[in-house]
């Protein structure tokens, strides 16, 4: 009897060591199935980030900058409610790789890169939303005709850079004349690095870039931490209104109108991205929706995020309501 009580007790004692080792075993695989990490592209490493488990088509996110980082997106992942969001940083930015090697930083060579991300991931089918140089990220991807992207959004999206800079000029004159002719001197001079060109900018910024003030101290410093500004320099310029970079001749309306997924363009009602010129290029797209979202600037995640998210979630779920 004493034998067999011991017996039966060194068969319970091991069967919880197996409960606690598989328990072990499923933490070990949980946690390399994180939802954070690298991955190696050309270049470098580029940080992503994942969130959801919801049964919608993965939506995957693209920043803005060039040089910007993926961290005012983050409003965004709410819609991880219905299904995996992804963001991630682009090289030479946020907690990616920063080489300072500047024939990696091309539109090319970023479409590789976003490729590299979906094959990396498993990414299958996805929706794509690109804002501001992430918008014109999306039209350069499109263009290599990829396979199992569902649906396409544009926000504020930079189509052309000759249409960017005529709004910019006209956007320009609700400054104080003092302030353009600032402006004007130190791009002439080369001198846009100095305090009173920064000043104008910030004026120009508060007006169309983000209406909301203050921005929270946090989001000021994780801000400025993420951006790279070599990158943004060099592909585009000293300043939202003033393109000097290699984006200079930037003109995606011959891939628009190749475009044949379910299309939505969005712009804030002060973006610089202008509702007018954003609701022109919409019709670039055959079938494609254009939405304004009311009392927003260029940064809708920022200004209006709650507007932004629903108009959105609405358009997913009509893509995936007619593609069932």
């Not at 219905?82 to 682009?90: A, C, E, F």
């Not at 090289?91 to 490729?115: I, M």
Request: glycine share 8%; aromatic share 8%; proline share 6%.
């Amino acid at each position: 009897m004493r034998l067999s009580r011991i017996s039966a007790r060194v068969r319970c004692i091991r069967f919880l060591s197996l409960l606690c080792a598989l328990a072990l075993c499923a933490q070990c695989t949980t946690h390399k199935r994180a939802d954070e990490g690298f991955i190696r592209v050309e270049g470098g490493r580029i940080w992503y980030h994942r969130v959801g488990s919801g049964s919608g088509t993965p939506l995957v996110l693209l920043h803005g900058g060039p040089g910007s980082s993926s961290y005012y997106l983050k409003p965004l992942l709410a819609l991880s409610v219905d299904r995996p969001v992804i963001i991630y940083d682009q090289l030479g930015c946020g907690k990616s790789d920063r080489p300072t090697d500047t024939t990696l930083f091309t539109v090319d060579r970023y479409v590789r890169e976003l490729q590299t991300l979906r094959d990396s991931l498993g990414l299958r089918e996805i929706h794509l939303l690109g804002h501001s140089w992430g918008a014109m990220l999306a039209e350069a991807y499109m263009a290599t005709h990829p396979e199992g992207v569902r649906s396409l959004i544009l926000s504020s999206p930079l189509v052309t850079t000759a249409q960017w800079e005529h709004d910019a000029d006209s956007l320009l004159r609700a400054l104080p004349d003092s302030m353009r002719d600032a402006i004007a001197r130190h791009e002439a001079d080369h001198t846009t690095s100095s305090p009173e060109y920064v000043s104008a900018t910030k004026a120009y910024y508060g007006l169309y870039l983000s209406r909301t003030h203050p921005r929270p101290t946090a989001d000021n410093d994780s801000s400025s931490a993420g951006f790279g500004r070599q990158v943004y320099e060099y592909m585009w310029g000293p300043s939202e209104f003033s393109s000097t970079g290699t984006l200079k001749t930037f003109d995606a309306t011959p891939w628009l109108r190749e475009v044949r997924v379910p299309t939505l363009f969005i712009a804030g009602e002060f973006d610089e991205a202008t509702p007018a010129s954003t609701r022109n290029f919409s019709r670039l797209v055959p079938g494609a929706d254009f939405v304004m979202i009311p009392g927003s600037g260029h940064m809708t995640t920022r200004d209006n995020p709650d507007a932004l998210r629903s108009e959105i979630r609405a358009f997913l779920a009509r893509v995936e309501h007619r593609q069932q």
